[in-house]
């Protein structure tokens, strides 16, 4: 079987998975059982993670490449949870797991999913790197708006008195837009395909939410 054939195989593999764990997560949750599978959720961003590293071409370079907003991720977490710096001022609930100083390690991994999906679809639409990590920026900030929505309903996260500030918004454009440039000097090979249906998989979630 030729690499190419194998690629494809893979890329296959991991669209089938990514909808049908999305898909599943929808119609569960629309049906009564949230209290199943909210809490997986941290399975779901590990399985995203997963599936990107198993297509990668480059598996070294990637791995170093995602440190960086994992990296990132956390630390600015970290200054928002305790001090409300950056963010605004919240905390995060149990359904994402295991916390480090109040920060769940699958936040970090989050912005590394995330900045990797955002990046490939930047990258398709302009090469140049300010460029790219602007629009890599807006495109998290895009989800971001979708996510906050439903993030207390889903014991994620909750902002003080319940109001997502505008700072939140700004301080995640920042944030987003120095990973993407740090991690897209460092990463030139991502693939597309499979990021833009983990980030269409990860906003049709969302949005499904905002009417049910």
């Known amino acids: 079987m030729s690499i ?38 941290p399975l779901n961003l590990l399985i995203y993670l997963g599936l990107i590293l198993w ?9 170093l490449a995602l440190v960086i907003p994992f990296a990132i991720g956390m630390f600015t977490e970290y200054l928002g949870v305790n001090y409300g710096l950056i963010f605004g001022t919240y905390q995060y609930g149990e359904n994402l797991g295991y916390k480090i100083e109040g920060v769940p390690l699958m936040i970090g991994v989050n912005w590394a999913t995330l900045v990797y999906c955002t990046a490939a679809i930047a990258k398709r639409i302009h090469h140049n790197l300010a460029i790219s990590s602007l629009i890599g920026a807006t495109l998290m ?37 120095i990973a993407h440039l740090l ?25 499904t939410f905002l009417f049910f």
């Open 4 to 41: 190419k054939i194998q690629a494809d195989r893979k890329l296959l593999i991991s669209i089938v998975v990514i909808w049908l764990f999305n898909i599943s997560g929808i119609i569960g949750i629309l049906i009564g059982y949230e209290a199943w599978f909210i809490p997986l959720t």
């Open 55 to 63: 297509n990668a071409t480059r598996f070294n370079t990637l791995i």
């Open 141 to 177: 900030v895009l989800s971001d708006l979708i996510i906050e929505v439903s993030a207390p309903r889903f014991d994620f996260w909750e902002f003080s008195n319940g109001i997502v500030p505008l700072q939140n918004y700004i301080g995640w454009f920042g944030t987003a837009f």
């Open 183 to 207: 991690f897209q000097k460092v990463c030139k090979t991502l693939d597309f395909t499979l990021s833009i249906h983990i980030y269409m998989a990860i906003c049709v979630f969302f949005s």
